[in-house]
Structure formats: C-alpha cells, structure tokens
C-alpha cells in the first residue's frame, strides 16, 4: 500500500499534537466553502437513520469532536465514546461537551485495535481518519466486531484529487515542484477504493458523493490552510508562518482569488 505523510506515525502525530493546527484547516476550508453539503449534518443524518432509541455510540478519529456533539444533540446516546490518538484532541473534545452538559468518554487509542467489547455498538461514525491507515480493511474488521447486530457504520473520506488545484499553484509557482505527482493524502481509502473496501468487513447499504467547492479569497487565505497541509515540501526557509507563504506567493505570482474542489463521500454499513 502507498505511503503518504498521512499514514506515517511520526507525522501524524506532530500534525495533531496541537488542536489549533486542525482549527486552523478547518476555518479556512470552511470560510473558503461556496457549495457543498453540510457534512456533519449528513453524517448524523445516516447514523441517526434506523438508530435506536439512546443507542450506544462510537466514534473513532473524533478530531475537535464537531461531529461529536453534533451525534450527542441528535443521538442522545445512553453511552457515547469517541477514540483518538491524539490526547489534544481529547481533550478538547472532553471540554467542549462538559460546556454544552454532554457525557462524552474519551479513549486514546489505535483505531486498528479498538478497546471495545464485541458487539457492543449501535452506531459507528468515522469521519475523514481511514486515510491515516495503511491497511484501512484492518480497522474495517475492528468496526465489525464491535457492532452490535443491527448496528450502523457511518464512514467519510475524500477523492484522491481534492485540492488538486493547490497543488498545481505549488508546481506553476516553483514552491514545490512535484507537488502534482506525489500520492494524494487521501490514496489508501478515498472517494474511488473506498466502497470496496468496507465491503471486506462489512454490508455497504449506502454510497453517497457530494462535490465540494471552496475559493480562497487571497493567498493570506490560501496560505492559513496549504501551511498545514504536509503534503507540500516547501522551502525550509518559509517555516509555518502562512503570512510568509502569502509573501512568496506574491513575490512569484499575481495574487488572486483560486478555486478548489473536492468530492466527500458518505458510506453507511452495517454488520
């Protein structure tokens, strides 16, 4: 299987030792967003569909948990537990839900081997994280042993060639070169393999695409999301700091507005 900074540890690791990095993505992309779905509220949608009434609720790769209180609003679980491997995002998950009254147990741990009894889940979520595997069928098989009969899987993930237009304005600008030829974040479990995958473990009811469009208004925007994505190999020179890629940007080219797009696709399973 392909090799990406996505599914190597060490990086995977620095990426989210720090919350605000992820916040940091996410606000571009979303301040960036003009069309699309609402994607936490299709991820509720599907797990809330045919879910029991306070069910009992999993999800892995829980990030800053917006999806997680969004599933403890709707699900109103009689146990909700959310798994990840980084104790910032737990955290800050565990916080944000004592602030809105939820109960919310958090768990750091490897999704490849969840610490979960068997056919002890109702509802499944795993949002946007099978990608940090390098054998994402394994992970498939955990979710499937811990599925309750009747229980629900609600996974998401993204088309190998989303952003690709960021990476073409790396290559046309000279920032990276190869940017275009290197192996999308998203290669071991996107829009395409995915389906095909979680059928390996599991009963696939439901694939659902939805385009995705986002414009950056300017490179200050543009340069607040790409400085966090590790696929890029800049000049070591620039750092981190996004006002500095801004600059470079514009000491290289015009500044403009671009366009960027990506397909999100839903996947709903059951054991």
């Known amino acids: 299987m392909t090799s990406t900074p996505f599914t190597d540890p060490a990086t995977v690791a620095g990426l989210y030792a720090d919350a605000g990095r992820t916040q940091q993505r996410t606000s571009a992309l979303l301040t960036a967003k003009t069309g699309g779905d609402n994607a936490t509220a299709t991820i509720v949608n599907l797990a809330a569909h045919h879910a029991p009434k306070h069910?009992?609720?999993?999800?892995?790769?829980?990030?800053?948990?917006?999806?997680?209180?969004?599933l403890a609003e709707s699900l109103t679980p009689s146990r909700h537990t959310v798994v990840d491997i980084s104790s910032a995002f737990l955290a800050t998950v565990a916080k944000r839900a004592v602030d809105l009254g939820f109960t919310v147990e958090t768990v750091r741990g490897d999704f490849h081997h969840l610490l979960l009894p068997d056919t002890s889940v109702d509802v499944l979520v795993a949002a946007f994280c099978l990608y940090h595997s390098t054998h994402p069928a394994d992970v498939i098989a955990e979710i499937a042993r811990c599925l309750?009969?009747?229980?629900?899987?609600?996974?998401?993930?993204?088309?190998?060639?989303?952003?690709?237009?960021?990476?073409?304005?790396?290559?046309?600008?000279?920032?990276?070169?190869?940017?275009?030829?290197?192996?999308?974040?998203?290669e071991t479990f996107h829009s395409a393999n995915a389906a095909d995958i979680v059928a390996t473990g599991l009963e696939v009811t439901e694939v659902i695409h939805r385009d995705h469009t986002f414009r950056f208004t300017d490179f200050d925007h543009l340069a607040a999301y790409a400085v966090t994505i590790p696929k890029y190999q800049l000049p070591q020179w620039l750092g981190t700091d996004p006002g500095d890629l801004a600059a470079e940007l514009r000491r290289r080219t015009h500044d403009q507005p671009l366009t960027a797009t990506s397909t999100v696709t839903y996947i709903a399973a059951s054991g």
Not at 176 to 183: E, F, G, K, L, Q
């Open 148 to 186: 309750a009969p009747g229980g629900r899987a609600i996974l998401s993930t993204k088309s190998v060639d989303s952003y690709h237009e960021i990476d073409q304005l790396m290559v046309d600008t000279g920032l990276d070169p190869h940017a275009t030829s290197r192996p999308s974040l998203y």
């Open 55 to 70: 069910p009992t609720v999993c999800e892995i790769g829980c990030g800053r948990g917006t999806v997680t209180l969004a």
